[in-house]
């Protein structure tokens, strides 16, 4: 994985920290996402996976629920590990995919209840974080 400094001086990329028993409990324990939240509440692609969950069975309330959640978790832990605000937060890094799938999660569902504002800022987010996980997360509706 190559991760390259910003050469606009910009922020340095922030990576979160993995925790590689939650991601063992989802691969090789076949845990639930519900039992991988309870057990590790900051867990953010956890509460990513419930917050799809509820989207794809046509539950946006509580997709938009969940993904709060995790992408609170999320902004908790870039602030953690550094983060100003603003700057890279890379695709590439599996430990802020999580927080990228709930800011996805997050504008869909303020789209689905019409959370228009929110939703427009979360994409933009999105797109300032990380315009490769813009382009894998975004529906072909957004442009």
Not at 65 to 88: E, I, S, V
Not at 103 to 132: H, V, Y
Request: some cysteine.
């Amino acid at each position: 994985m190559a991760i390259h400094r910003n050469l606009l001086d910009g922020p340095e990329p922030t990576l979160l920290p993995e925790d590689e028993q939650p991601y063992r409990m989802l691969a090789e324990e076949s845990a639930s996402p519900t039992q991988v939240v309870a057990e590790f509440p900051a867990f953010c692609l956890g509460w990513a996976m419930l917050a799809d969950d509820a989207f794809a069975a046509g539950r946006p309330v509580e997709s938009y629920a969940y993904a709060r959640t995790g992408y609170h978790r999320g902004l908790d832990a870039l602030r953690r590990a550094g983060w100003k605000g603003h700057g890279p937060v890379p695709w590439e890094h599996r430990g802020n995919r999580g927080f990228l799938r709930c800011l996805a999660a997050l504008a869909r569902a303020a789209g689905a209840i019409k959370e228009t504002e929110e939703e427009a800022r979360c994409w933009q987010f999105l797109k300032d974080s990380s315009a490769e996980a813009y382009t894998e997360l975004k529906p072909s509706s957004v442009l």
